[in-house]
């Protein structure tokens, strides 16, 4: 297994002995609840690196001279 593939497991073990701790301790979790919310934040990472592989881009931070 390559490292990318253990952290990718590493982390969903983690993130779900994480989710399972808030329900046992029925606190709100600190992330979109519901499926449509979870599905939003897979298209801002998916649309993120599309725009890494597409190589287009724009350096705000440089641009602002932070």
Do not use: Q
């Amino acid at each position: 297994m390559s490292s990318t593939s253990v952290l990718t497991a590493a982390a969903l073990l983690v993130g779900v002995t994480v989710g399972a701790l808030f329900a046992f301790l029925r606190v709100p979790i600190p992330a979109p609840p519901e499926l449509p919310g979870v599905m939003a934040i897979v298209g801002i990472y998916l649309g993120f690196k599309f725009v890494g592989y597409v190589g287009v881009g724009f350096d705000l931070l440089d641009a602002l001279g932070l």
